[in-house]
């Protein structure tokens, strides 16, 4: 049954896009929270009633409550949707294609010098107790130092992914903020401190199905 234009409901928007798309559960959860907010900020519920001048509206009024990059968030996610909008015939133009993004900072990158790495390495060998065990807290730095790898992508790998002979890393689709699998090389410095914890990994986990158990599971480990 063809839907009224006039009747499509953004929770029916979302409903239908992510039917088709077959979102992640993350994204899906992106785009209900921004659905949410631009409903109950503007008082509309229908995709008709969002016009070029709630969406101005809108957009000032974000800005000046959180940010630029918020306000920018939202704007892509919406433009999507509506363009999904109009594909389906529910809307004659993308009201969020209208609106400009807002200029954004350049921010310098967030990185560290080898000798604040020293530092930190050093305050893990003296401060045992909270860094339990020592070796564990060594190559998660380690790797996050040479990598610049997102946390997701550490938490993700699995033992399969780790190549030590060939001094590989696999970055699977499951940690990926891109939604793209890509292989890395190994660093040098992150070598030594897989082996230790493949080694003390493999008598917790056993060899069986070992590949496919988790790399950095602190858990393993805990004396408690």
């Known amino acids: 049954m063809k839907i009224k234009t006039d009747r499509v409901t953004l929770v029916r928007l979302i409903d239908r ?3 088709e798309n077959e979102l992640r559960p993350m ?6 929270s921004i659905i949410k907010r631009l409903e109950n900020e503007n008082q509309v ?4 009633e969002v016009s070029d001048e709630v ?4 957009k000032n009024e974000v800005v000046q409550r959180v940010s630029a990059i918020t306000w920018n968030n939202y704007r892509n996610h919406m433009r999507a949707l509506w363009n999904f909008g109009i594909e389906k015939g529910w809307v004659d133009k993308n009201v969020f294609a209208h609106s400009k993004k807002v200029p954004t900072p350049k921010l310098k990158k967030k990185t560290i010098e080898i000798s604040q790495l020293a530092i930190m390495l050093d305050l893990i060998d003296h401060k045992q107790d ?3 065990p ?5 190559a998660v730095m380690h790797l996050y130092f040479y990598t610049g790898m997102r946390r997701k992508q550490l938490v993700a790998l699995r033992w399969e992914d780790i190549d030590l002979k060939k001094k590989t890393i696999f970055l699977s689709l499951a940690g990926s903020k891109t939604h793209r699998e890509w292989e890395i090389p190994l660093p040098a410095g992150c070598y030594g401190d897989l082996c230790i914890l493949k080694r ?5 986990y056993g060899t069986a199905n070992f590949s496919k158990q988790q790399v950095f599971r602190l858990q393993l480990f805990n004396k408690n």
């Open 45 to 48: 519920r229908y995709m008709a």
């Open 200 to 204: 003390q990994s493999e008598q917790k």
């Open 134 to 138: 020592p070796w564990f807290w060594k």
């Open 55 to 58: 969406v101005c509206r809108w």
């Open 130 to 132: 909270q860094f339990d």
């Open 17 to 19: 896009y992510d039917y």
């Open 27 to 32: 994204t899906l959860r992106n785009y209900r």
